[in-house]
């Protein structure tokens, strides 16, 4: 290998994973100012290496040096400060944060610009993908073209002096690949060492300078590109010669099966064909005309607002994957992550699911005819894995794409759909899987294939529908149907299906709608319910709003701020903490033996000591049972929640041991009705408001809650974060536990249990995701406030103590019900 200072270097990169030796003893080089491609299989080894080169993976052995200079340490943080970006074939975004939040999270600290500035850095960041992308919507909502281009923009960003792309044109139609192309060549022709990655292997002949084959983690040769040619590199990656890439096409395609009647959405203006038995039905378009919509509407993954399908003349169900799969239509989804596999499971896990049709008898599974069944269509596929029970989070991309496929398949569907049914499979197994589609139809079942590869379709295909703003503008049949005649038909009918119509609709509803969806919501929602509630209670007795009736609702509900504040910082990261509640009271009671009248400063001291010290102990227990000890929050802090408690009974078995009145008195302080507390507790809450959105704290904060992986890969210690967290709900504990304190003026052992529902029950209220990244501290303090307005107004209403706990539970149904409703029409 040719030596350099500059550029990208691996030498001797070995990685193992469990039964598999991943990469053995790599080099490889990308030089300043050129475009090297790294080519090879499924589970070759390419993602894995440039993950190591990346920090994202330390290599078990072998050296990674960046712009002339080793790696420091392998993290994706020292990787960027060395000059390297990456841009990974599964977007590294998180989805509850906003584009420009990931962005911001995607650059070296010398390149970020202030909060004030983000929006308009990340408009001009965007840019070079020419896509019209909200930086205030959340990376979630995007399609998978949209995260991609985000992905790469993102990297572009970093001002890389080494760029890798893997995978990167997938989602992409040809006019957004042409123009990352573009992107790509200027760059390289201004000094940048870029590596790319990719199966689509005319894209990378026309695009790289050389080329390097990988095969089953080793090197198996390095290339000009203008000296090899296609037929060269795919024997190399295969290992094998490879046959015809399509296959043949059928004299005929048989009687109709599925008839699509009028069929229409919200995207489908009246979609009409029908599909024969032995068909392979391609959909074509520029991205969001309505081609995906319409295949998803058929699988019953979108929902539709009238029209008809039949399959063997019988109506389809559609609006639901689950009821559409008993009518035999079965919806083999893009995104595999999201919709395609359980990826915690196992291989065998996943393809016996679809199969227990054949291998249940009276609802249980017969072990050997499931292994039976997933061992020959692990061999029908070519999925490359060291065990049937391997978890499918183990395996490369194409080969989970595989195991996507075999469900589908085994499903035994009356009607395939295949939504871009090789997106990111090698060139060996495409034609096999190509095969297989044909295959597939020649046997009486149907397949519908949407694709963004022009080549695909016009090889594969017996008919294609080209969609342009949610109608059918052509149909290519026969000789007709070309790679040329396709791409011609997508580009003329339309460029894109954002219409002037669209979107002043988007302009009429659509703000609503963002607003509703918004992090804020549930506050305004909250404060309604509040003046709705304060309003009838009062007009049912006017001590409701006397001073002293707001001052003892407001000094009961101070605790449960700074409790529920905590509760919320560890609810960000997809944790829970039960303990507050005992904590809280085993630390009043801890203070009851040392912050007493007639006691001096010193002993109050190191009472207030203790009890801080004591929330620290308890805060870094819960964290490392959860972290490191990989316990589920739920049992961790359950475990804690019970040790506190009996240890507040083994110190006091009975309330005793009176608070100093100084101490009392001091915490109780109100300005008018308005305690001091409550005050500070407000403004505490708001200050972490702005901190989880305008501070990077913040955003590591809820990115290590909203997908750990892609954390992992902006460079979000997430061990630490979660340490953190649940020491931070520890502290404020400690703050909750003086204000209850001042209230009760004793030891009482039982004190502050039923703070931990309240403190939950107000961060759920608020708008927090129970699964993490989600949240908002504004959400709770209006939270907090409705928990103690329905307590109060119970009695003055007349009504029992039941309806405490009715009328929360009914608020938090409406309140769900609405989030999820506004969430659901903006996406």
């Not at 795919?234 to 109709?256: H, K, M, N, Q, Y």
Request: contains cysteine; glycine residues 10%.
């Amino acid at each position: 290998m040719v030596e350099s200072t500059a550029g990208l270097v691996l030498r001797g990169v070995t990685k193992r994973f469990p039964g598999v030796v991943a990469l053995d003893g790599v080099d490889f080089q990308a030089h300043p100012g050129e475009v090297h491609a790294l080519v090879g299989g499924n589970g070759a080894g390419k993602s894995t290496l440039m993950a190591v080169a990346s920090g994202a993976l330390a290599p078990d052995a072998g050296t990674v040096e960046i712009s002339g200079s080793p790696m420091r340490q392998s993290s994706p943080i020292a990787a960027r400060e060395q000059g390297l970006a990456i841009a990974f074939q599964h977007p590294a975004l998180l989805p509850d944060l906003t584009v420009t939040e990931n962005l911001l999270l995607s650059v070296p600290k010398r390149l970020r610009p202030s909060f004030g500035d983000a929006q308009d850095w990340v408009r001009e960041k965007l840019l070079p993908m020419g896509m019209d992308i909200d930086p205030a919507a959340a990376a979630g909502r995007l399609t998978l073209a949209e995260k991609q281009a985000v992905e790469i923009c993102g990297a572009l960003a970093c001002e890389p002096g080494v760029l890798i792309l893997d995978e990167p044109t997938e989602p992409f139609m040809v006019a957004e690949i042409e123009r990352l192309f573009e992107q790509v060549r200027k760059l390289a022709a201004d000094g940048m060492a870029v590596v790319y990655i990719s199966h689509r292997l005319p894209d990378v002949m026309a695009l790289s300078d050389r080329l390097t084959v990988l095969r089953d983690g080793q090197v198996r040769g390095t290339f000009l590109a203008s000296e090899v040619t296609e037929e060269e590199i795919v024997t190399r990656i295969a290992g094998r010669e490879i046959d015809a890439l399509f296959p043949p096409r059928p004299f005929s395609v048989g009687d109709v099966v599925m008839k699509v009647r009028d069929l229409r959405s919200d995207r489908l203006r009246g979609i009409t064909t029908t599909l024969a038995r032995n068909e392979v039905l391609g959909l074509a378009g520029v991205e969001g005309n309505g081609q995906r919509e319409f295949i998803r509407a058929l699988g019953g993954a979108d929902p539709v607002t009238g029209g008809t399908v039949t399959v063997d003349g019988q109506a389809v169900e559609l609006g639901s994957p689950r009821r559409t799969r008993r009518s035999g239509v079965v919806l083999m989804p893009q995104e595999r992550h999201v919709e395609g596999v359980a990826t915690v499971l196992s291989v065998k896990e996943n393809l016996g699911v679809a199969a227990t049709g054949r291998t249940a008898v009276a609802g249980v599974v017969r072990g050997s005819a499931e292994n039976a069944i997933v061992a020959e269509e692990i061999k029908k596929l070519g999925i490359k894995v060291a065990s049937p029970d391997s978890a499918v989070d183990h395996l490369s991309g194409g080969n989970q794409q595989k195991v996507v496929l075999g469900r589908s398949l085994l499903s035994a569907p009356k009607v395939l759909l295949c939504d871009e049914p090789t997106q990111g499979i090698d060139v060996g197994v495409r034609s096999d899987i190509y095969h297989r589609l044909r295959s597939t139809a020649d046997s009486g079942t149907p397949v519908v294939v949407l694709s963004s590869d022009n080549v695909e379709l016009a090889g594969l295909c017996d008919r294609v529908l080209v969609f342009s703003r949610g109608e059918v503008v052509r149909e290519l049949t026969g000789d007709q149907i070309s790679e040329h005649a396709i791409t011609e038909a997508s580009l003329t009918a339309a460029t894109s299906a954002q219409s002037a119509e669209a979107t002043g609709r988007v302009r009429g509803t659509g703000r609503f709608r963002k607003l509703l969806s918004s992090e804020q919501a549930p506050s305004a929602f909250l404060a309604v319910a509040i003046v709705l509630l304060a309003a009838v209670s009062a007009t049912r007795s006017d001590r409701f709003l006397s001073e002293f009736n707001i001052a003892s609702m407001l000094g009961l509900l101070a605790p449960v701020l700074f409790l529920a504040a905590g509760q919320l910082i560890v609810m960000l990261t997809g944790g829970i903490d039960l303990s507050v509640g005992p904590l809280s009271g085993t630390l009043v009671v801890i203070a009851s033996f040392y912050v007493l009248d007639g006691y001096g400063s010193g002993w109050w001291i190191l009472g207030f000591v203790l009890m801080i010290l004591a929330a620290t102990g308890v805060g870094l227990t819960n964290g490392m049972l959860v972290r490191f000890a990989r316990v589920t929050p739920v049992v961790a802090t359950l475990v804690t929640y019970t040790a506190l408690q009996g240890l507040s009974l083994v110190m006091r078995d009975s309330p005793g041991g009176s608070i100093s009145t100084v101490i009392t008195e001091a915490l109780g302080a109100r300005v008018g009705p308005i305690p001091y507390a409550v005050i500070v507790g407000a403004a505490v809450l708001v200050a972490l408001e702005v901190m989880s959105r305008r501070s990077m704290m913040g955003l590591r904060l809820r990115g290590a809650g909203s997908s750990e992986e892609a954390a992992r890969k902006r460079g979000i210690p997430v061990a630490r974060v979660h340490l953190v967290v649940y020491l931070a709900s520890a502290l404020f504990t400690v703050v909750g536990a003086l204000l209850l304190m001042a209230q009760i003026g004793v030891g009482d052992p039982t004190a502050g249990v039923s703070y931990t529902m309240a403190s939950i029950t107000a961060v759920v209220l608020g708008g927090a995701s129970i699964f993490g990244g989600r949240g908002s501290f504004v959400g709770v303090l209006f939270g907090v406030i409705l928990l103690q307005v329905i307590q109060n107004a119970t009695v003055f209403l007349g009504l029992s103590q039941s309806w405490q706990y009715w009328m929360l539970g009914l608020m938090a149904l409406a309140a769900t019900a609405v989030y999820s409703q506004a969430r659901t029409a903006r996406a």
